[in-house]
Nanobody, 126 residues
Framework: QVQLVESGGGLVQAGGSLRLSCAAS????????MGWFRQAPGKAREFVAT????????YYADSMKGRFTISRDNVKNTVYLQMNSLKPEDTAVYYC???????????????????WGQGTQVTVSS
């Protein structure tokens, strides 16, 4: 069973950058699609970005395109979310998630992910 641990959250001013990391246990990480989601207080969970097991296939929510970049290092068993030009509305708890099906493609559908991390808080001040 893969386990996910996020890190890298914190407080940043508007316009700043943060890089989130999600470390995964297990040797089969490289076969799984990974995703980032976020949830702000009082709001529903929101898709951020996803990356397929192929590494090169990525997909973003429209509001994140051009600002966020998802990537993965299958040697380090880690997926990253580089966030630039942060806005106060990006404030949320960010979660990484895995589709623990071998050779899975990325998806924006949260229900397809069956393993989730505990989340890391990102706060963007104006």
């Amino acid at each position: 069973q893969v386990q996910l641990v996020e890190s890298g959250g914190g407080l940043v001013q508007a316009g700043g950058s943060l890089r989130l990391s999600c470390a995964a246990s297990g040797r089969t990480f490289r076969k799984y699609a990974m995703g980032w989601f976020r949830q702000a207080p009082g709001k529903a969970r929101e898709f951020v970005a996803t990356i397929s097991w192929t590494v090169k296939d990525t997909y973003y929510a429209d509001s994140m395109k051009g600002r966020f970049t998802i990537s993965r290092d299958n040697v380090k068993n880690t997926v990253y979310l580089q966030m630039n030009s942060l806005k106060p509305e990006d404030t949320a708890v960010y979660y990484c998630a895995a589709v623990t099906v071998a050779y899975s493609v990325g998806t924006s559908e949260g229900d397809r992910y069956n393993t989730w991390g505990q989340g890391t808080q990102v706060t963007v001040s104006s």
